[in-house]
DNA sequence: AATCGCTTGAGGTGCGTTACTCATTTCTGG
DNA sequence: CCAGAAATGAGTAACGCACCTCAAGCGATT
């Protein structure tokens, strides 16, 4: 069973094989007829062009960066280091990743590295920030300067990225909102709600999808409003220990930001873990423990590995100009209860 | 940033090519110290062999089989499809997939196809098949034969299978018990489980999963005892009708393996779909419906499309000889509610 | 000193493309 | 029918590596 090559395309079309290669690969000069009899050959030889000798003759390469915030974010770390890791596996097949710290919440200082980036430097970008208009902005000249660029956990929809690689926050919300109204008793409770930021467009998401399928289906819980700690745990910490002495009857409780660490520290210290139905997000050394030991009851989670791997695949599709494997790519919203969390890597 | 060759790693080392060729492909006849020098050469200059150009030179090619049983089961189906339409797209990478549709329940069957395979005919193969002691031996025999092999879905951890692609059943079967016990009220009820067999072990599993979870967490609730289906719709049907009929106050339902149709049949004739708490396993058109409509309560599932790639790259891998990420080709527990279903591709 | 075995160097070929160049043939309009 | 343009053929270098052969260098053994 040999490989079919240009040769057997070019002898079955009875042409040469510059013909063949001007068909190929849409060089100019022949004519329709040609072109009809070579692509017919094509397909009744089902001939498919060698990966591996393509990618040598076109001396390809894959130069991605990705633009992660720095700062003391579990996530945000998971997310470089899995990034780093799958690039090392990468390197043979040309594919080299530049990760560059930014400061999320400096919006300007992100444009600024957006604005500096080229097709000569680099092939493709992933870009993980909030969606400031300035941002959509640079990531348009950005992508009309020829660099394929993918949002990364949090999407810009208006801007003119390719492609976004993370997960659905309603749909994250709506599912927190579900977990929330069937594990409590079918009996008026209050639930409060912690958030960084509803300015970020992933918590108020989250936010909206929860608040919605409670109001529709649980309506007899009732919604206390949003405090903001900025994903900080000490804010957090601080947030909840005023929450836990105003409402002394609290049933429910459901972070839709980072910081989860000062939340389960001052369930902890009060004695309120086991009582209180907890919700948050993302998987970390405190999360997964909190878990284990009942102060929290469900994690929605998605995976930063999936993530990472998914936005170079991605990326490497759009520079070879290749189809994307749309299921490949849908980024699933990971629902952990202790019993099914992942061993440890 | 040219990229770095075995010319660079030659002439840093002061050896020829043939040399460096020599250590790195691991052919005889270079003394220790020269080995030593060349790998520190390789060291230094970071250097990876260029995948494209090895994959070129050695005629690589990845013949893969699939054992997947036939029969009118959507999950199969999917697996079959998913590993077609993967398969289309790797067929540029050298990758052919062979799909063998095997009857399951008929082991003799299923080691007769594993007993004619061989090295001269393909280089990896994925088996689905229930865990009969004759099927672990003609694992065995096929992986002595040179062919890598690893099960899909169902695992056979005696034999020796280089890995399994699929998921922790044991854990599937925690969840549902343990969902089961937060969305019902915390007082005393009844539920029910549906197998396909408990001979097959996956449904061994969950079922012990599960009733681990209630015992432990749940004791409240009152298990009734298995009733098995063959996961057929028909005779699931009718074990529904029976169970609706002899416990009227049954407020729970664990359909253990396939064969939910049947079920959603009975429970929207008999309208009891709404106050029943009903978990079953994998996402089909008509899981999903049911979902929807409020007659199924939760879903696990695992994702086909995901275990067949998994799948080909752990066999592509074992035929390189590299190292597998195993953070890749880990299968998450897919938790569907009605709120976070996948769009329909 | 001749011999043997081990180690190393030098060099070539092929893998299937891409991306050219330069002839040569075929077609078209006047 | 012929100039000029368009289409095609033929061939080549390069990509980086795997795999092979042949010869030369070296030290130790007899």
Chains 1, 2 share one sequence.
Do not use: W
């Not at 409590?184 to 300015?199: C, H, V, Y």
Request: hydrophobic share 40%.
């Amino acid at each position: 069973m040999r490989r079919v090559t240009i040769h057997d395309v070019a002898s079955k079309a009875g042409v040469s094989l510059a013909t063949v290669d001007r068909v190929l690969n849409g060089r100019p000069g022949v004519r329709k007829v040609t072109i009809d009899r070579v692509q017919a050959a094509v397909r009744d030889l089902n001939y498919e062009p060698d990966a591996f000798a393509a990618g040598l003759a076109k001396r390809r390469s894959y130069r991605l960066h990705f633009l992660i915030p720095n700062g003391p974010n579990a996530f945000m770390e998971d997310l470089s280091r899995e990034a780093r890791d799958f690039a090392a596996t990468l390197m043979r097949e040309r594919v080299s990743v530049h990760i560059e710290p930014i400061d999320a919440f400096d919006a300007h200082r992100v444009t600024g590295t957006l604005a500096i980036l080229d097709k000569s430097v680099c092939d493709g970008v992933a870009v993980v920030a909030p969606s400031f208009p300035e941002v959509r902005a640079a990531i348009d000249r950005l992508q009309d300067r020829g660099v394929h660029v993918v949002t990364l956990v949090s999407d810009h929809p208006a801007s003119s990225r390719r492609h976004f690689v993370g997960i659905d926050n309603m749909a994250a919300g709506r599912v927190a909102g579900r977990l929330l109204g069937r594990f409590l008793p079918k009996e008026p409770a209050k639930i409060a709600f912690i958030a960084g930021s509803l300015g970020l467009r992933d918590h108020a998401d989250r936010y909206a999808g929860c608040t919605q399928v409670i109001d529709n289906e649980f309506p007899h819980l009732e919604l206390l409003k949003v405090r903001e700690g900025r994903d900080d745990n000490g804010k957090n910490h601080d947030i909840a220990l005023k929450l836990l002495a105003e409402h002394p009857d609290l049933a429910g409780l459901y972070n839709i930001g980072a910081g989860n660490r000062g939340l389960i520290a001052a369930l902890e210290e009060t004695r309120r873990g086991a009582g209180l139905t907890f919700i948050g997000h993302e998987l970390t050394p405190y999360t997964r423990a909190a878990l284990q030991n009942g102060t929290m009851d469900a994690l929605i989670a998605q995976d930063p590995g999936h993530e990472v791997r998914s936005a170079i695949r991605v990326l490497k599709a759009l520079c070879d100009g290749a189809p994307i494997v749309e299921g490949q790519e849908r980024i699933g919203i990971d629902i952990f209860l202790k019993d099914n969390l992942p061993d440890l890597a």
